[in-house]
């Protein structure tokens, strides 16, 4: 055996990151790759920004949610949240894993359609549904969840002129424990507008009571809520058969499920409740609320956030940096509020995306709109990035491709990194023919 070559010993320093006030570790360790893919090579193919998402961790995500909750609830089923991103190739990945889809507009309805869901798979929730798309819905057997009495007696008209009913259920908000308590759609519980709203569908001949809904907030850290909301949800059910000799075949416990991004305005880090401690919570609460065995009704879950905020990413390029009146340092990103909607709600993990020095500075991080309320990070602790040096902002997959504006900037390319490792844009990058497609001048303009 040949004698190794001596090396000299060295020593090297470990930086974890110095601690804010609250103890909690800044963050600059490089972020390089996603899905094997490196950050800069996707930044130099697909431009900057650009929305990355993981096809690996959407479908992870989604097996573990159907696996925390069908190991402790014999019959569950996912529609997948169309409102959360309703790209085309995210939806089919979630259907291709089994899911339905939950829809809130016509033109997520027709989307879901186009993408292959089967109508009796598509939830059509929300208060504004156009007659001519309640007649689509009921024509496609989908499960119409009604939201006030106005839309209960449109669906009655629309009915009575057709030669099928319409498979329907209510949304009902109720008081869980969470305050302010979502009042804003569906019928009241506590103060009987719910169960009159159920009396008056057992009344029609037009119409099936199929089943029952909440949706009771969004980011919700508590799981006795949902218990709660499935208590009443239950006990609503039992009414419903001893009363209205009905029995109701599903209750959908909606979403709201929290992601684990840091809201803002927490102090610390928040201990979010796990998918299975929720699991527990609800099909406990149904299990135990006395329902006959082949009477269990089938439990339905509308998450959207939970499933895809942490597989996507926005990747972005440094502009400039500048000194504020006040002695901050700024730094300015080609990415800011217009597509990075949730910056408003969360304060989201930013990672450079190369070798950086160990200094730090508390740093204000900047959009390129010329308003000032497009603030990515108030405050954040980020080594020193310089011009087109590069950057990563982690789960940004919910809402911000659905809630994005075309405002100073094009909005950029949505970019999957499937199984394999293989990059497809899923949205193309706009550009000044797509802004002005619609645009139409008048003849004394021209």
């Not at 020593?11 to 996603?34: C, N, R």
């Not at 992601?259 to 527990?280: C, M, R, S, W, Y």
């Not at 905020?309 to 940096?321: C, E, P, Q, R, W």
Request: hydrophobic residues 40%; glycine residues 6%; aromatic residues 10%.
């Amino acid at each position: 055996m040949s004698k190794l070559k001596y090396e000299r010993p060295f020593i090297k320093k470990m930086m974890v990151g110095m601690l804010d006030k609250t103890g909690v570790q800044s963050e600059y360790t490089p972020f390089t790759h996603i899905d094997g893919n490196a950050v800069k090579e996707l930044i130099r193919k697909y431009g900057s920004p650009v929305f990355i998402m993981s096809e690996t961790q959407i479908r992870s995500n989604y097996q573990t949610a159907v696996r925390a909750f069908s190991t402790r609830y014999p019959k569950v089923q996912f529609a997948w949240s169309y409102k959360t991103h309703y790209n085309n190739a995210i939806c089919r990945i979630f259907h291709q894993e089994g899911s339905w889809a939950e829809v809130v507009s016509g033109f997520e309805y027709q989307k879901a359609l186009n993408n292959g869901v089967p109508g009796n798979q598509i939830i059509f929730n929300g208060p504004d549904k156009k007659e001519e798309e309640l007649r689509q819905a009921v024509a496609n057997d989908s499960l119409i969840h009604i939201d006030h009495f106005e839309e209960l007696y449109l669906l009655i008209s629309v009915c009575s002129t057709l030669e099928k009913k319409a498979q329907v259920s209510i949304r009902v908000n109720m008081d869980t424990g969470i305050y302010p308590i979502w009042d804003r759609f569906g019928f009241n519980y506590e103060n009987g507008q719910a169960w009159t709203a159920l009396q008056k569908i057992a009344a029609s001949n037009v119409l099936s009571l199929a089943g029952l809904h909440t949706h009771i907030g969004t980011f919700m850290l508590s799981t006795n809520a949902y218990a709660v909301a499935a208590k009443k949800l239950s006990s609503l059910a039992h009414h419903c058969k001893t009363d209205l000799n009905i029995i109701v075949k599903y209750i959908d416990l909606g979403g709201g499920f929290p992601g684990n991004n840091t809201l803002k305005g927490a102090i610390g880090t928040l201990q979010l409740p796990t998918v299975d401690e929720f699991a527990e919570a609800i099909s406990s609460a149904i299990l135990n609320a006395g329902f006959q065995s082949s009477e269990l009704p089938m439990l339905i879950l509308e998450s959207g956030r939970l499933l895809v905020d942490d597989t996507g990413y926005l990747l972005g390029t440094v502009l400039a940096n500048k000194k504020l009146s006040d002695g901050r340092k700024a730094t300015i990103m080609d990415f800011g509020v217009n597509i990075l909607f949730t910056s408003f709600w969360y304060d989201h993990k930013i990672s450079p995306a190369q070798e950086v020095t160990p200094y730090q500075e508390d740093t204000v991080l900047y959009g390129p709109l010329c308003m000032n309320i497009d603030i990515v990070r108030e405050h954040v602790s980020l080594p020193l990035l310089n011009r087109g040096d590069h950057v990563v902002v982690h789960k940004v997959g919910a809402y911000n491709m659905t809630q994005w504006m075309q405002f100073i900037s094009m909005r950029p390319a949505i970019v999957l990194i499937d199984p394999q490792g293989t990059s497809h844009v899923i949205r193309k990058r706009e550009d000044l023919t797509y802004l002005e497609q619609l645009e139409q001048i008048p003849a004394h303009l021209k």
